[in-house]
């Protein structure tokens, strides 16, 4: 049994087109943010949530809650600090 060339047509086609909408979904090599900034931004901002952590179990009296004042500061600003750094980005790119 010999297979033609125009038999794999459609799959190349098909394949063709789906490699296309995986590089639009992903975007090109510029258009992508910078994660080691995203990440530094992460980072400075986890260790100001940890300062404030520190000065809130300082104020308060709970003192065995310490470890959790800790996490849940440095938490925040990794969160806070990559959410904002993606929008800063994201402003960069729509303007370009």
Same mark, same amino acid.
């Given at each position: 049994m010999l297979i033609s060339c125009e038999q794999f047509?459609?799959?190349?086609?098909?394949?063709?087109?789906?490699?296309?909408?995986?590089?639009n979904l992903i975007?090109?090599?510029?258009?992508?943010?910078? #994660?080691?900034?995203? &990440?530094f931004s992460g980072i400075m901002t986890a260790l100001v949530g940890a300062i404030l952590g520190l000065v809130v179990n300082h104020t308060t009296s709970a003192r065995s809650?310490?470890?959790i004042f800790i996490i849940a500061g440095s938490t925040l600003g #990794?969160?806070?600090? &990559?959410?904002?750094?993606a929008?800063?980005?994201?402003?960069?790119?729509?303007?370009?």
């Amino acid at each position: 049994m010999l297979i033609s060339c125009e038999q794999f047509a459609p799959l190349s086609h098909a394949s063709h087109y789906i490699t296309l909408n995986v590089n639009n979904l992903i975007g090109n090599a510029e258009e992508q943010m910078n #994660f080691k900034m995203l &990440v530094f931004s992460g980072i400075m901002t986890a260790l100001v949530g940890a300062i404030l952590g520190l000065v809130v179990n300082h104020t308060t009296s709970a003192r065995s809650r310490q470890p959790i004042f800790i996490i849940a500061g440095s938490t925040l600003g #990794f969160v806070i600090g &990559v959410g904002y750094e993606a929008v800063q980005q994201n402003k960069h790119e729509e303007t370009d």
